[in-house]
């Protein structure tokens, strides 16, 4: 891949903004990704052989729009059955245009069990997967399954449906929604990011994972088990397979995350550990880059960096790793986009509620590693008695405190019965009490020894 900027010329392109704009080259010489720094707006392109533009993906602060046709090589105002999809800022499709007619969409109450009122006052409770599919719905309270050839809406309830041709303008279902029932977290619940990115609540992380078949399988089988959030760091050494493991999948059913590593950092080194992590992945950009640890009279230079990195499109969102309230008040002296992950060690024994408050505060997603804590924490009576409750083990009932918590964690394994067990705590719920007392398990102690490096007062690390 290679970078190239210009300045657009406002008197040629006077609805273009005034700015730097960057885009990326893939080895053909084809831009595969454009966006401008000052402004909030980023296109991408895919080709066929002949080097037809495919389809166009136009992402700025409002909406995204993707064309999907064929343009011609040499005349690309000309397009060949192009049909234009237009999504909202909740990722739900808005509308859709082809060269016939124009059909808009818009949607109602989330839900697993929903109650739908028709016009005629006729009332029918259908019951939604977990990717909001209707599925089914309740005759003589039964729930029989439905034929999945009426039309399925990926997100959301649809409560009405236009489609407008250049002779007629109809709306065809037009319901009003009553919600029955909360809408059920899943293993594809997602949390929504300051910059607007939906992050999943739940993922699997690799370290420790050998590279090669190992990760690679591990990969596929969470994949398979419905995990969306794969998470690895350039320093666990099988960036490599992962990127072999996520090769059976489109890019747009993973969300990928990878760490720049301490001795990587500072500015411009951090540009190239980014550029090579993507090399061994294999894609383009990573959904989440985060800085692994705080590393003294660095962290701040390399903070630049992400910055740089998020702006021109390698990555979707920025975040830490490691980081106390100090090193986040560090960054932001200097910093224009503030981070919006900040992954650290947290399980029972050690839960971190006072940087947890602080990151809720600073609308600061808190990701978990190492979520399950020592081994033995799986032995304590309280969790036993607990997952016994719910026919659970003991790590799931700590994987479900974690989501209740607000925490996203990410489990890690090699053992595919045991990557679907972790999966497996969707269908029950912890009460408050019992909250209260995984909680009350606290002993701040760490389930690694952080005797990997030399720490400073402030928990920088020294080089």
């Not at 994949?223 to 050494?237: E, H, K």
């Not at 660095?298 to 992400?306: E, G, I, V, Y």
């Amino acid at each position: 891949m290679e970078i190239r900027y210009d300045i657009p010329n406002k008197q040629q392109s006077p609805n273009i903004p005034i700015g730097f704009s960057g885009g990326l080259y893939d080895k053909g010489t084809k831009l595969v990704r454009f966006g401008y720094r000052d402004y909030d707006h980023t296109e991408e392109f895919s080709y066929d052989k002949q080097g037809n533009i495919l389809k166009q993906t136009i992402t700025n602060n409002t909406q995204k729009t993707i064309r999907q046709g064929a343009y011609d090589i040499d005349d690309r105002t000309k397009i060949f059955d192009n049909t234009n999809y237009i999504y909202n800022t909740d990722g739900y499709l808005s509308s859709k245009t082809d060269a016939q007619e124009t059909t808009t969409y818009t949607y109602g109450t989330l839900g697993e069990l929903r109650e739908v009122i028709l016009p005629n006052n006729d009332k029918i409770t259908y019951l939604y997967n977990s990717n909001n599919q209707r599925t089914a719905k309740l005759i003589n309270n039964q729930m029989v399954a439905l034929s999945l050839m009426e039309e399925l809406y990926a997100i959301g309830l649809l409560i009405a449906e236009t489609t407008t041709t250049p002779s007629v303008k109809f709306t065809a279902k037009l319901y009003n929604c009553k919600k029955i029932k909360g809408a059920k977290m899943n293993i594809k619940s997602t949390v929504t990011l300051s910059n607007g990115v939906k992050m999943p609540k739940f993922g699997f992380g690799v370290w420790q994972i050998n590279d090669g078949d190992e990760v690679a399988n591990s990969v596929r089988e969470a994949l398979r088990a419905g995990y969306v959030l794969i998470d690895t760091a350039a320093i666990y050494g099988n960036e490599k397979g992962v990127g072999e493991g996520l090769q059976d999948f489109r890019r747009d059913e993973f969300f990928l995350t990878t760490k720049v590593w301490n001795e990587e950092q500072g500015y411009d080194k951090t540009l190239r550990a980014c550029e090579e992590s993507l090399k061994r992945l294999d894609v383009d950009f990573v959904d989440l880059y985060l800085v692994h640890w705080p590393v003294k009279g660095k962290f701040a230079d390399t903070w630049r960096a992400m910055e740089r990195l998020y702006e021109e499109g390698f990555v979707r969102t920025i975040g830490v790793s490691n980081f106390t309230q100090f090193h986040i008040n560090e960054i932001y002296k200097n910093a224009h986009i503030p981070p919006m992950v900040n992954q650290i060690e947290i399980s029972p024994f050690i839960t971190q509620v006072p940087l947890r408050e602080f990151c809720v505060q600073e609308g600061i997603a808190v990701e978990a590693y190492s979520p399950l804590g020592r081994a033995k924490i799986l032995k304590t009576p309280q969790l036993i008695r607990i997952g016994e409750k719910y026919s659970k083990s003991p790590a799931q009932v700590i994987l479900r405190w974690h989501l209740q918590n607000d925490i996203i964690p990410i489990p890690k394994s090699s053992h595919a019965e045991r990557i679907r067990e972790n999966a497996d705590i969707f269908d029950f719920e912890l009460s408050a009490d019992e909250l209260k007392t995984i909680s009350a398990l606290n002993q701040n102690k760490h389930a690694i020894k952080q005797t990997f490096f030399q720490f400073d007062e402030q928990g920088s690390v020294i080089l």
